[in-house]
């Protein structure tokens, strides 16, 4: 197995790569695709899990059925289990950093090589990399809304009423993390659940849950960054949801190439221009190098 190093905000990291031998041509057969283009980048699950975020669908993911928006909405012993696992989960998933994939990204939009990310995922965490140009399609967990009057909360700052509220919850250690944040309760009877400040409605984390659909607005941006590149680079999706399928669609329509970098099957492998089965760090890493973006450096909070 073959390694490969680079330096992103003044951190130096070694990656191992594929053991495929085809692995690294994959990576210039890459790079000669995307030379000269203007690409987005559409992100999934697999782009985090380097950052100790597990995935939906890989190894070890949890199988649980994701909480409908109906049962959020109309239940309020949903919404305490709901926001029993996700304060639980929530102090080690915002303390996840980026990993050298977000930075990759980031330091490839810096070049001028993208010009802009689509993310599925709810954890800010290509922002925190250095992106300045992402469109969160489900939203993002550290943003809180109410559900009656619209009024917007900091996650952070929502988490201090929850713990002293329900300072119980404090007390477990080496939570097992879903993607979302989230981790398994059997308890939660008594939790008291934030109410909106303002009007004393529900709420709930600005994103998408199961049966909802992204907004207009989102999506539209969505379409738009795609439409505005010359290249689509899906890293760390499988594709099952809709929404991300509906931007390679797009891709296609619009005939232009279509990348997909994951570990294992995705929904789009057969309208694929070029298809690597390898981790998104490590192939988004090396093309950073090949098409020279790791000389940008910003400082990560």
Known sequence: MSEISAEYDGVMGTIALGSSPTWEHEVDALAQLLEGRRFSVLTGAGVSTDSGIPDYRGQGASRRTPMSIDQFRSDVVYRKRYWAGSHRGWFTFASALPNVGHRAIAALEQSHFINGVVTQNVD????????????????????????????????????????????????????????????????????????????????????????????????????????????????GSSLMVNSGFRLVDQARRARIPVVIINRGMTKADAVADLRIDAGTSEVLNALALRLGATDVAEDIE
């Open 124 to 235: 800010g965490l290509h922002r925190r990399a250095g992106s300045a140009h992402v469109v969160d399609l489900h939203g993002s967990l550290d943003r809180v809304v109410c559900l009656d009057c619209g009024q917007r909360y900091d996650r952070t700052a929502l988490a201090v009423r929850l713990s002293r509220d329900n300072p119980w919850l404090d007390n477990v250690r080496d939570v097992a993390l879903a993607p979302d944040g989230d981790v398994d309760v059997t308890e939660f009877d008594d939790v008291v659940i934030p109410e909106c400040e303002v009007c004393g409605g529900v709420l709930k984390p600005d994103v998408v849950f199961f049966g909802e659909v992204v907004p207009f607005r989102v999506y539209s941006a969505a379409t738009s960054i795609v439409r505005k590149s010359d290249a689509l680079v899906v890293a």
